[in-house]
């Protein structure tokens, strides 16, 4: 086998590729407060769960984001709802954002 030296780019995602992700079955009460507290906390649910466990956590802020993933029929039916083209993916983004924050305004009134 040939021994390939990294780019310098890749030798920081040494660590992450040779981490392992665990994942618990917990009863939902459990679970929701966790997410709670990691909410509350500004963390995410990943960085709560190895606060409580005394682990080390990444300090830099993060920027906060919500994420969804969207498949091209998901687009089609955006660009519909929108009258807009399913190529037209920024333009459905501005309109995705304007119905979220339309959506929370409304529920907190």
Not at 48 to 74: C, F, Y
Not at 86 to 93: A, D, F, R, S
Request: with cysteine; proline share 6%.
């Amino acid at each position: 086998m040939v021994s390939r030296i990294l780019p310098e780019k890749w030798q920081s995602s040494i660590q992450a590729v040779k981490a392992v992700q665990v994942a618990f079955d917990m009863d939902e009460k459990i679970q929701l407060a966790i997410r709670t507290q990691a909410l509350h906390a500004g963390l995410s649910p990943s960085d709560q769960i190895r606060d409580i466990l005394g682990l080390p956590t990444n300090k830099r802020p993060k920027r906060p984001r919500l994420t969804v993933s969207l498949g091209h029929d998901d687009y089609k039916i955006l660009a519909l709802k929108y009258n807009l083209s399913p190529e037209q993916q920024l333009e459905i983004k501005r309109k995705l954002m304007d119905d979220l924050i339309l959506h929370v305004t409304q529920c907190s009134e």
